[in-house]
Nanobody, 115 residues
Framework: QVQLVESGGGLVQAGGSLRLSCAAS????????MAWYRQAPGKQRDWVAT???????DYAESLKGRFTISRDNAKNTVYLQMNALKPEDTAVYYC?????????WGQGTQVTVSS
């Protein structure tokens, strides 16, 4: 059974930074493209960023320059560094494979950015 556990969220003021972590179970991790997604209150779950097996990254256009995705295959972990946070970044953040697998969704980690 695949398990993905997100952590690192919290309450920050606008302009602040957070680093999220996603810890994955099993040896499958290094063979999968991984992504971060987020879901704001009352909104659809949106794609945030992707990192491929070789470390190539891609981002939602509105987030380029503020967010950085990375991975450490030795630790089975993917990270999301978030800088210059804005209130509209408030959401529950999730990780998953690309394409996502519904049963892989974990509990996510809450990020709240105050004005």
């Amino acid at each position: 059974q695949v398990q993905l556990v997100e952590s690192g969220g919290g309450l920050v003021q606008a302009g602040g930074s957070l680093r999220l972590s996603c810890a994955a179970s099993g040896s499958w991790f290094r063979f999968k493209t991984m992504a971060w997604y987020r879901q704001a209150p009352g909104k659809q779950r949106d794609w945030v960023a992707t990192v491929t097996l070789g470390g190539t990254t891609d981002y939602a256009e509105s987030l380029k320059g503020r967010f950085t995705i990375s991975r450490d295959n030795a630790k089975n972990t993917v990270y999301l560094q978030m800088n210059a946070l804005k209130p509209e970044d408030t959401a529950v953040y999730y990780c998953n494979t690309v394409p996502h697998v519904p049963r892989y969704w974990g509990q996510g980690t809450q990020v709240t950015v105050s004005s």
